[in-house]
T-cell receptor, first 114, second 114 residues
Framework: KNQVEQSPQSLIILEGKNCTLQ??????????LRWYKQDTGRGPVSLTI?????NTKSNGRYTATLDADTKQSSLHITASQLSDSASYIC?????????????FGGGTRVLVKP | DTAVSQTPKYLVTQMGNDKSIKCEQN?????MYWYKQDSKKFLKIMFS???????INETVPNRFSPKSPDKAHLNLHINSLELGDSAVYFC?????????????FGPGTRLTVL
């Protein structure tokens, strides 16, 4: 069964500090891995998309890593800002015969405090 | 400019009623999706349409019936609403069914069944 697990479930950090979120997956056959940011009351917004051959990808202060051998990914937030308070969702895409089916993790809720 | 829009944003209704949620995208995309986000925040695919044709139909009760009158619209009709249908429903779209295409999400419709 395809699954995506994220840790921690939630975390609180002080503005300006860094943090790292973890994602483990058992999706097969693997196609790509995405990180989404979901603000409260809004739809998810894509941060990064990584394929099997990519180890790291950055989007501003967000840097995602992927280890396809161990089926792990991380999202690092540098110099956090109050606007980074949101849920961060790890999403893995499987090669399907029909369509592009995504498996979502439960998210890590990040709260940045001043 | 709203890329993916949904109406209504909030929907409160009684058990047994029939309701519809509308979705429209102005991105010129071929593929549209409906997702359900439960209380544990997991997003799960319900349906996917490509060029008005159903391509993904997860194990969803047949009380849920999607309708795509054209490529830019994918509406969701729910018959005989049950308490367990309470959730946030997200519409999304992507260029096509390509594995690496980004999915753009709407703002969500929070459905509460009393």
């Amino acid at each position: 069964k395809n699954q995506v697990e994220q840790s921690p479930q939630s975390l609180i950090i002080l503005e300006g500090k860094n943090c790292t979120l973890q994602c483990n997956y058992t999706v097969s056959p693997f196609s790509n891995l995405r990180w989404y940011k979901q603000d409260t009351g809004r739809g998810p917004v894509s941060l990064t998309i990584m394929t099997f051959s990519e180890n790291t990808k950055s989007n501003g202060r967000y840097t995602a890593t992927l280890d396809a051998d161990t089926k792990q990914s991380s999202l690092h937030i540098t110099a956090s800002q109050l606007s980074d308070s949101a849920s961060y969702i790890c999403v893995v895409s499987a090669r399907e015969a029909a369509g592009n089916k995504l498996t979502f993790g439960g998210g890590t809720r990040v709260l940045v405090k001043p | 400019d709203t890329a993916v829009s949904q109406t209504p944003k909030y929907l409160v209704t009684q058990m047994g009623n029939d309701k519809s949620i509308k979705c429209e995208q102005n991105l010129g995309h071929d593929t549209m999706y409906w997702y359900k986000q439960d209380s544990k925040k997991f997003l799960k695919i319900m349906f996917s349409y490509n060029n008005k044709e159903l391509i993904i139909n997860e194990t969803v009760p047949n009380r849920f019936s999607p309708k795509s009158p054209d490529k830019a619209h994918l509406n969701l009709h729910i018959n005989s609403l049950e308490l367990g249908d309470s959730a946030v429903y997200f519409c999304a779209s992507s260029q096509d069914t390509g594995l690496y295409n980004e999915q753009f999400f709407g703002p969500g419709t929070r459905l509460t069944v009393l």
